[in-house]
């Protein structure tokens, strides 16, 4: 598992997580965050088997994580604890580079995104129009692929302990939240007041 | 890289008409001097390329140039909710204090406030993101109390007499749209797009959401006529974009307009053939703002166009070149995955001209790179 897919797949699966990857502090924060909250922090929908938990709390908290922590190194949790003699060498990966994406528009083969660079020389900070192949979309992400979607574009590097290297990119859409039916009432009625109340001439 | 803000010189006189068009390649804003130091807004826009500073461009332009935002502007107009029109929006109406805003009625209505209400709901760092400046800007006219006039084609929106302008003569505002039709439409639009129950958060919607509800301007200060086009497009219906504007009755008195704000960045799609017959004067002085997204505009078919009319003048780069610096690997990693980065911070350039009201004289024109005059067109300075 890596980075970005903590963002999304993972963060439903805490299990899953804490057995099989470590994600430096980012993943220990996300980790304790999710075991943190409280069965009040109520889930609407959003496909979590932990149905009683709150996605948007947990989607918030963990973009905000990602947000404020840029962690280039990834382990695995193997590597970093109780390793026996015969298991397989740890594996590391590097982010070379890391952006968050919306899509603006999308066309049979390639999308249009406007990028902010979270991490990496040169891409940290800067805002981009990227065009970008389909085919970079997991079969498991398409569904996600329209206009307004967010998600991240993750250049990373693996090196394995015998010295060899690869890199791989990765297309990583985010799972919103879901509007849940009292926001949208709250909502309805404030727009209502606040047109109520505008000083029209 | 942008012009510097301490190069701007100095303020217009009292008795000048000033029209300052600012186009970054994303966006755009527009100010006029009307005259004795009473200014009209019309959209916003920030300078992506400058970090430190993230004021709205009218506000670092006219502090620039020694006027006070709250007292000298008069109107602020957006003139449609697209985030390539109203950046930096909410801090400039709270710069400009005694400013009225105008917009289009359809802005203020039940069913767009409770859209864009239901857009920022969601509350995570990026739902609703594109529409939170309009919201934004509700909120705080609803909280300052301050006046807003709904845009309707024929209406004035601001008229000041000639006796508190040194030159003399009335200058009015008057809104040539949108339509009733188009006000109904963007309304209807609205509602295919309002946000349901169970529905995944999002941040606005699709850029090709149409130019719906578009304001466009008719300034006129004494003999000099100005067209801020807005993104008016051409229909087929009669009812809508540019067939509309020529059926307004305020039609009748408006002059031919010796500068246009050519309308949706130049786009073939924006040009009314007969409306540029009728109501812009020979060689007129018309200014683009680029449109570098995904669809670029204008092309040069655009500008031929264009610069066989009047001089043309483009505010913004086109065809920015890429960006450097990244690590080799991330090249590399991009160029096999086939995906293609362009740099959206693009420096801001200005075109500024001015004119003296009453006396039948010429354009002057400023250029602050990149803004630059397009190839083609009689020489500079000849209205």
Not at chain 2, 99 to 119: D, H, I, P, R, T
Not at chain 2, 291 to 314: E, Q
Request: charged share 20%.
């Amino acid at each position: 598992m890596n980075l970005a897919r903590a963002t999304t797949t993972g963060i439903f699966d805490p299990t899953a997580t804490a057995r099989d990857v470590t994600l430096g502090r980012q993943a220990h924060e996300y980790v304790g965050a999710f075991h943190r909250l409280r069965p009040t922090d109520a889930l609407v929908g959003s496909g979590s088997p932990q149905g009683s938990m709150s996605s948007v709390s947990l989607m918030e908290y963990v973009q905000n994580a990602l947000d404020a922590v840029a962690v280039p190194t990834i382990r695995t949790r193997q590597a970093s604890t109780s390793r026996r003699a015969d298991a397989p060498a740890p594996v590391a990966h590097q982010a070379l580079a890391e952006w968050q994406g919306m899509v603006t528009e999308v066309g049979e083969t390639h999308f249009v995104a406007e990028l902010q660079g979270k991490i990496g020389q040169g891409v940290s900070g800067s805002m981009e129009e990227a065009r970008i192949p389909v085919d970079e979309v997991s079969p498991e992400d398409r569904g996600l692929l329209r206009p307004g979607a967010f998600f991240r574009l993750c250049i990373t590097r693996e090196m394995t302990p015998h010295g060899s290297s690869r890199r791989y990119t990765q297309v990583v859409f985010r799972r919103m939240p879901a509007y849940r039916r009292e926001d949208l009432e709250a909502a309805r009625a404030e727009a209502r007041e606040l047109v109520r109340e505008l000083r029209v001439e | 890289m942008s012009f510097a803000w301490s190069s701007v010189g100095h303020p217009p006189a009292d008795d000048e008409v000033e029209v300052t068009v600012f186009g970054p390649g994303f966006g755009e804003c527009v100010l006029v001097h009307l005259g004795s130091a009473h200014w009209i807004i019309v959209d916003s826009c920030i300078d992506a390329s400058d970090t430190q500073d993230r004021r709205p461009v009218a506000e670092r332009y006219l502090r620039a140039l020694g006027f006070d935002p709250a007292a000298d502007v008069k109107l602020i107009v957006a003139t449609h909710w697209h985030d390539d029109h109203v950046r930096g929006m909410a801090r400039l109406v709270a710069a400009c204090a005694s400013a009225a805003f105008g917009c289009s009625g359809a802005l203020v209505k039940q069913e767009f406030v409770e859209y864009v209400k239901m857009l920022e709901t969601a509350r995570t760092t990026t739902a609703g993101a594109k529409v939170r400046e309009i919201g934004r800007v509700l909120d705080l006219l609803h909280s300052t109390g301050r006046t807003i006039k709904y845009a309707i084609g024929s209406r004035p929106l601001c008229g000041l007499d000639g006796a508190r302008l040194a030159h003399g003569h009335r200058a009015t505002i008057t809104a040539l749209s949108p339509s009733d039709r188009e006000f109904t439409l963007f309304l209807e639009h609205i509602a295919t797009m309002m946000p349901a129950h169970g529905q995944p958060a999002m941040a606005a919607p699709p850029r090709q959401s149409p130019n719906l509800a578009s304001v466009v301007l008719a300034v006129s200060v004494g003999d000099v006529n100005l067209c801020l086009a807005a993104d008016m497009e051409l229909h087929s219906d009669q009812l809508r974009g540019w067939n509309a504007v020529l059926s307004e009755a305020a039609m009748s008195s408006v002059g031919p307009a010796s500068m246009v704000k050519v309308a949706h960045h130049g786009s073939h799609n924006g040009h009314h053939v007969p409306y540029w017959n009728t109501y812009v004067a020979p060689q007129p002085h018309c200014v683009v703002t680029p449109f570098n997204r995904s669809s670029k505009l204008p092309r040069d078919t655009d500008i031929d166009r264009l610069t066989a009319l009047g001089t043309l003048y483009i505010t913004g780069p086109r065809n920015l070149p890429k960006p450097v610096a990244r690590d080799g690997a991330v090249e590399r990693s991009l160029w096999e995955s086939g995906i293609v980065l362009r740099d959206l911070q693009e420096p801001i350039g200005m075109v500024r001209l001015r004119r003296a009201v009453g006396a039948g004289g010429n354009w002057q024109a400023d250029i602050f790179p990149p803004a630059h005059r397009a190839r083609g067109g009689p020489p500079m300075g000849i209205a």
